[in-house]
């Protein structure tokens, strides 16, 4: 493909590794919207992309490490938050950012992702909820809502999915947003709020995979899903029709519910009244400080047993 075609601001241009463009993704992809969300954060936070590793796994998802100018690794298939982990702990300067498709990040990495929130490794987890496996042909995934037609669920899906902010307030994640390829401008302010949490902060992106998921749920079309982002929330996101609704849980007190439980978990500036959620706990410390603390000390001693 000739330059000639490649159109790109000059801005992202500098980000950008327009020599392997066009990308692999389909036209009308909100993987592009999320990319250029993720440059545009990086710029306006005033960060050096030599100062920025990606890391990704595998999928449509995972392809983006490819494209972009950092310092990028195309890891294994639900191992990102593993590689990043160790990135981070070699390099802690470095301001890494970790990629993952809903399948990557929930299916076969979940348990890397929940032991990277609860060790609060400093990092931004960009999780993309496409609602269904998008590289390998349309399986369900974690997330396809109940009702979702995939090639593992043709008569629709009736399992429950799994809701990625629960999972990042337990497990402790320092940041929590929920956003909407929808509604790019506060995308990419909400990962430039990422970037500058000092913990483990999690974006989850729903985004529209129309080519696969799309095309079986009778939404064949990039603007299909879109606005079906707005209207039609129980078939693209089933969580989003529920961002006004808090948690509940039960401890030693009892059933306890709503803001008093979240105030309890650590969690302030809750915001469920706009496009979608955003929490932060205060007073996180990205710990991969401290374990490299233990790590030099180990050193001094003489190594590890
Ligand atoms: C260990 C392993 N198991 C399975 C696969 C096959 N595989 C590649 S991508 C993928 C799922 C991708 O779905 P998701 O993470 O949601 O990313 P998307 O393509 O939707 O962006 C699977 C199962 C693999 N590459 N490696
Ligand atoms: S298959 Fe789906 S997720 Fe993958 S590039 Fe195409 S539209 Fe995007
Ligand atoms: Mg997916």
Redesign the pocket.
């Known amino acids: 493909m000739s330059n000639a075609t490649v159109q790109i601001s000059l801005t992202l241009r500098d980000y950008l590794r327009v020599d392997r463009m066009p ?4 036209s ?4 592009g919207i999320i990319m250029n969300a993720i440059v545009q954060a990086v710029h306006y936070r005033g960060l050096d992309k030599n100062d920025v590793t990606m890391v990704s796994g595998i ?3 995972g ?1 983006m490490s490819g494209y972009v100018d950092f310092n990028t690794i195309h890891t294994t298939h639900g191992r990102a938050p593993a590689f990043a982990t160790g990135i981070k702990m070699a390099n802690p300067s470095q301001t890494v950012i970790t990629v993952m ?1 809903d399948g990557d990040a929930m299916s076969i990495g979940g348990n890397h992702l929940v032991h990277a929130i609860r060790r609060n490794i400093g990092m931004v987890a960009v999780v ?1 909820n ?1 609602n ?1 496996y ?2 390998t ?2 399986q369900s995934s974690p997330t396809t809502p109940v009702g979702g037609v995939s090639t593992t669920a043709s008569i629709g899906s009736f399992e429950r999915p799994m809701d990625l902010e629960a999972l990042a307030r337990t497990a402790g994640a320092a940041y929590f947003a929920r956003a909407t390829v929808n509604h790019t401008a506060s995308l990419a302010k909400t990962v430039e709020k990422a970037l500058a949490i000092d913990g483990f902060a999690l974006v989850e992106v729903v ?8 095309r079986m749920n009778g939404m064949p079309e ?1 603007t299909d899903m879109i606005a079906a982002m707005d209207k039609d929330t129980v078939r693209t996101n089933p969580t989003l029709l529920r961002r006004a609704s808090l948690s509940h849980a039960v401890t030693a007190e009892g059933l306890e519910t709503g803001a008093d439980l979240l105030r309890k978990e650590g969690v302030t500036k809750d915001d469920r009244q706009g496009r979608g959620v955003i929490w932060e706990k205060t007073g996180s410390v990205d710990l991969s400080h401290r374990y490299r603390q233990k790590f030099d000390k180990d050193d001094e001693d003489g190594g590890w047993m």
């Not at 009308?28 to 993987?31: D, I, N, Q, V």
């Open positions: 990308t692999t993704w389909c009308g992809c909100g993987l999928g449509c998802t392809r498709g993309v496409n269904v998008g590289l042909g349309g985004s529209n995979c129309h080519v696969i998921y799309g990039a």
